[in-house]
């Protein structure tokens, strides 16, 4: 029988109030083994539905059904968010508009599947256009580089530009198994761009709790970063200190600060320390030689990236300013372009139980018509289409978008979208002003 906490050697997870040991299932889930991990011991509800739109759901029913552990069995166990004292939050499942959204997004995908001559899993993948736009972009990147460790000024412009936009047209995809079929591919992409978060942190941070609960206080951990000095979210209790983000240097300094600094340094060690990211999503349990393997790659990715100019330059203005400046840059470009599809005045308090027309209230697409926007942002100015369907390339949230809307509006559900990044910056900007007051219903 089972302990109060499952076994870490068992994947014992928990989806609609059923507990499943899906150990034996590890090596034929479709999605790989890293996928299924991030389930273990936690209430894995939201992931299984987001991340199987369109398989049918018999399917889905024959292999839970399968490895659905026995009463007995599971009668004692708690999800790691019980065990962490994390609020339960469930959404509704049963939901027309999202029928209709996925039974219309699978009509464009049996049609890509048909034009590929792929299956429907590989259709909603990178297709060969969207690998070609990739091989440009290492093209375009390759030189920067270059140029960067040659120490060419220009570079510390060029360079975190160049990874940034390659970084988010493939990190943020096969972080969330969107950019190949093959499981192996996503897994490993991720850990070629150092100057992202690791991708442990990330699966964590990003795929377990931003997006399975987008502004939902306590659920949400992209409302609780260093929320005793940058207030998101009502949910947080007002501080003087928060008077400070009126101010637009302090907005300069967080975004240059947020990304480099907190996600890929501090945030990192705090999970591991106290075993929660921002006291909202538990960390998986892992082995001690795991966990040390993880803290010393992190140790070597941040010494590698802040020290080499060190040991390569001679002037010590060159190697101060080569250690710091890009990771600065950096991060405002990933604070630019994460930060504006959710804390926003329209958004940021919305909320339903149904889970589809969550993702819709709680986020805001910008520039759906500007190719620009898209590149730049790594398909992020599509995040409403992207919530929906977090597994498909953002390839295809373009194509996808007019169907998204048309939906959105028979459903009466509000599709919120503005021009470009200078509309959602200034929208992002108002909500930050906003919450710096004590009672910001008055504002
Ligand atoms: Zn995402």
Known sequence: MFMANPPRERLVTKIHDKWYDLTEFERLHPGGPVALGLAVGRDATVMFESHHPFTHRRVLDAILERYEMDEPSSRHLTTLEEQHGIPEHQFHWKSEFGDALKLQVKEYFEAEATRRSASLTAATKAPMERWFEIAILVAISGPCFIS??????????????????????TFHDAAHFALHKNWRINCVMPYVFPFFSSPFVWYHQHNIGHHGYPNVDHRDPDLLHYYWLKREHRSVEWRSTHKMQRSVIFLVFWWMMAAEFGLATMNDLWMIFYKVYNDSVPMKLISGRRL??????????IGMIHFWPFLVFDSWTRCVVFATVPYLWFSMLFMMNTQINHLIPEAAHEASEDWYKHQVSTAQDFGVKSRFCFLMSGGLNFQILHHLFPTVNHWHLVRLQPIVARLCEKHGVQYKHVAGYAAAVKAHHAHTVRMSFKDEEKN
């Open 148 to 169: 960067f460790l040659r120490g060419n000024w220009i570079s510390l412009l060029t360079f975190p530009l160049s990874i940034w936009v390659l970084g988010v047209n």
């Open 292 to 301: 040390l393997c993880h803290v010393a790659g992190r140790v070597l990715t």
